[in-house]
């Protein structure tokens, strides 16, 4: 699924340049086509972006039958259904950015976090709770 490697490019280059915009970038890929992809059960998936679909062109022994304008419970080459669900665990890295006292929050999730932010001398940490 191209918008999971554009939400990890995206959350890497927020990281390294601290430019919100791409956080923006991550937050529609995650929230419109991730999140989109996957049935409320968890058992079907869009293969491709369901806005982009025109089923009168979904035929059998055309370029585009692997389209489908519904979910789909499987295919035989099935990369997206682990990607998203490996990407769902990993929810936690987008949410939150740290770089030395300053905490970014990226993303506005339902969540609870213990994030250590550097402080004092020595190499002490400060501990701050954070709920949202």
Known sequence: MTS????????RMANITRDASYVDTVERALYNTVLAGIALDGKSFFYVNPLEVWPDNCMERTSKEHVKPVRQKWFGVA???PNIARTLASM???IYSAGGRELYVNLFIS???????????????HR???SI
């Open 128 to 130: 701050d709770e954070i």
């Open 79 to 81: 990369c997206c259904p």
């Open 111 to 125: 969540n609870q976090a213990e994030i250590d932010l550097g402080g004092g001398d020595g190499g002490s940490f």
């Open 4 to 11: 999971i490697g554009l939400a990890m490019f995206g959350i």
């Open 92 to 94: 936690g890295q987008y």
